[in-house]
């Protein structure tokens, strides 16, 4: 996957005995072309089977083909249109804007795209995994498996 800051800032989480709070979401993050929100994960809090945060991909920007190995994602889109390029060799598409959930089943190869020269998407993501993007491989489009 494309090199990014993964740096989480440990100081930004509130443990209020049961309950953590990261104030305004936490510290920017990059990661393959989208800009997170730090959120919440393993990393930070402990968590042992998801991870959330906010995704944020500049105008034109794309989120590179890859696969989440072995867990689930969903996303609620809250600002954008974006457009899936998904399956084997990435052959099927299907378009998402701000409203839509999306639910992303386990090693199913994808690439996100903004559909839009002068805003962001920005979405709420959720994952089955406690690691983030740490078990998130590349995937070479011109692959049919």
Same mark, same amino acid.
């Given at each position: ?34 800009? =997170? ?38 996303? =609620? ?25 999306? =639910? ?34 590349? =995937? ?6």
């Amino acid at each position: 996957m494309k090199a990014g800051s993964d740096k989480i800032d440990i100081g930004a989480v509130e443990d209020h005995g049961g309950i953590l709070t990261i104030r305004g979401g936490g510290a920017r993050r990059d990661w393959n072309g989208i800009h =997170y929100k730090q959120g919440m994960s393993g990393k930070n809090v402990g968590t042992r089977g998801l991870s959330a945060n906010i995704a944020t991909i500049p105008p034109g920007g794309v989120a590179y083909a890859h696969i989440h190995v072995g867990f689930e994602v969903i996303l =609620y889109i809250i600002e954008g249109k974006v457009r899936h390029e998904f399956g084997d060799g990435l052959k099927q598409a299907i378009e998402n804007e701000a409203g839509d959930f999306i =639910y992303i089943k386990p090693d199913v190869p994808h690439e996100v795209f903004n559909m839009s020269d002068t805003g962001p998407v920005v979405a709420f993501v959720a994952r089955s995994s406690a690691d983030e993007w740490d078990n998130i491989i590349p =995937y070479d489009r011109t692959n049919d498996r």
